[in-house]
């Protein structure tokens, strides 16, 4: 099968195409040349940026189109007016909800909408990311037709995770001694492996099959204390411990969600319960959590981001916590 990948060499991007090629499918890759230009030189690579043309898919066909950066409904506009597939695959996001959602919802509960009748916004920010994408599968819908495949992942882990977000807490539990572990354990959490998301939707592409489907894991009920305590189990050495900070506190003392990653900071959290059911059935196998954590530590021990909570900063925050 011809496979167009919009986007296909980064992270999520990075692992489609690797599942692709891996399952002999002939890949073609649009992309700016910015990130890993070097990748994948048995595919082809079409050099472009969405947003100023896509001259070079003239009179080309493919049989199906899996984009990863679409974030704007005016992107897929422009990619329906240029690219001529047999199917198209849009990797949107369970962001797309409303707060509120009920533990176990099914791929048919509340959207998020953007408020107001005005223009559609063409910046991405942290409010009008779910809607927008909202609009997106909407508009992908209208223009490559019912047969279109919608996935809606929640957080995606595993190698190549340039967010850093979960390999944060994978390296640090490994550290081990006092773990800082924000908020409040019960809040759900949910994450996907980027390899078993890609080969699921790689295959789902294949067989044609159309519809939207959560590509999360684990079910519900899965908190983020247990995340953290299911990381521990695999990597962190005997004596760690976690000390749970409470909200008010953390903020007080300057952190959010960049610094202690996929800590809800209080708010919603609702979208991380997810019913997988349906993509289960369509034959989404994720591995077990803990092998997982366990090849991200292998892979990405040295990885880090600026952005997260230094070991000091840590102590200090934990010894003020201890003496409140």
């Given at each position: 099968?011809?496979?167009?990948i ?10 489609i ?9 002939d ?12 990748l ?18 003239d009179?080309r ?12 409904p ?8 240029s ?8 990797v ?16 048919d ?38 047969g279109t ?9 595993g ?11 994978v390296?640090?539990?490994?550290r ?10 019960s ?9 078993d ?16 489907f ?21 990597v962190?050495p005997?004596g ?12 007080a003392?300057g952190?959010?969600g960049?610094?202690l990653?996929?800590w809800g ?13 349906a993509?289960?059935?369509a ?16 892979s990405e021990?040295?990885f880090?981001?600026?952005?997260t909570?230094t070991?000091?900063?840590?102590a ?9």
């Open positions: 099968m011809r496979i167009l919009i986007g296909g060499t980064r992270f999520v991007g990075r692992h195409t690797e599942a692709a090629l891996a399952a002999g499918h890949v073609s890759l649009l992309h700016r040349g910015r990130t890993g230009p070097d994948f030189p048995e595919a082809e690579h079409l050099l472009a940026d969405r947003d100023t043309g896509l001259a070079v898919l009179g066909e493919w049989d199906a189109t899996i984009d990863v950066s679409a974030y704007l005016s992107q897929i506009e422009a990619l329906a007016g690219v001529s597939t047999g199917r198209y695959v849009f949107s996001t369970t962001a797309v909800y409303a707060p509120g959602q009920r533990p176990g919802f099914t791929e509960s509340p959207l998020a909408e953007l408020d107001g009748d005005g223009p559609v916004p063409d910046t991405v920010t942290g409010e009008t990311y779910g809607p927008l994408k909202v609009l997106c599968e909407r508009t992908a819908i209208e223009r490559f037709g019912p495949l919608v996935v809606r992942p929640t957080y995606v882990i190698p190549y995770d340039y967010t850093g977000r979960f390999t944060y807490w390296n640090r539990l490994a081990g001694g006092e773990v800082l572990a924000p908020g409040d354990p809040a759900p959490i949910q994450v996907i492996d980027g390899r998301m890609a080969a699921w939707t790689v295959a789902m592409a294949g067989r044609g099959d159309g519809g939207t959560h590509a999360v894991s684990p079910p519900p009920p899965f908190t983020f204390g247990d995340m953290l305590e299911r990381i521990a189990a695999e962190a005997p760690t411990t976690l000390t749970w900070v409470d909200t008010d506190f953390l903020h003392a952190q959010d960049r610094s990653p996929l900071e209080g708010g919603d959290t609702s979208i991380n319960t997810a019913d997988p059911s993509a289960r059935a034959g989404l196998d994720p591995r077990p959590f803990g092998q997982s954590v366990r090849e991200i530590r292998a021990a040295d880090s981001v600026e952005t909570v070991p000091a900063r840590e200090e925050i934990l010894a003020a916590w201890h003496a409140r």
